[in-house]
């Protein structure tokens, strides 16, 4: 499962929190990963059970106490152990394309406008991609000094950004195979 294998990651470079890690989710790999707090600390139970974290207790006074999570040697093996390991590709789950499948119920110009305003948004994305997350990667590697890391982190932006570009591809030869619809169909 990649959520533990995501934590585990996180906790190899420092010891956090459940918070801080839902911090590093949204901070640098969100593009193509994400998890909710409520996600996130059921796993770090089960793992601390597997004894692949331990966990302290940082007592504050002037605010609540925070559970600060370690990995540990085991930790540190299943994750080696999970990067080893072969992944098989994975399935899309994409509900805009179900729109699409039935799109041929839709007059031509509904489903034009889906086609072009899911373009929009995987515009939008590409352009944050090429700014913000790119520029967030680079001050994610000069506040920690991992170059050898950032390397990693920047070919993950990559595909995310291949992938973006790939849909907005697919949306536009989508829009122009519609559009003709129409006049073959009248000649």
Known sequence: MPLKHALLGFLSYQPMTGYDLKQHFDRSIYYF?????????????????N????????????????????????GRGELQRWQQEPTDVSSIREPFLIKVFF?????????????????????????????????????NVEATGMVREGVFWGLTLDMGIR?????????????????????ELMQ
């Open 103 to 139: 799109g041929g119920r839709l007059e031509q110009g509904e489903i034009l406008a889906q086609l072009r305003h899911q373009m929009r948004l995987h515009q939008e994305q590409l352009t944050a991609y090429h700014e913000k997350v790119r520029e967030a990667v680079q001050q």
């Open 51 to 74: 004894g692949w974290l331990t966990m302290e207790v940082d007592y504050q006074e002037d605010r609540p106490n925070r559970k600060v999570y370690h990995i540990t040697e085991a």
């Open 33 to 49: 990963w994400n998890a909710k707090l409520s996600q996130i600390y059921p796993a770090l139970n089960r793992m601390r059970e």
């Open 163 to 183: 992938y973006e570009q790939g849909w907005i591809e697919w949306c536009e030869e989508a829009i122009d195979k519609i559009e003709s619809i129409d006049k």
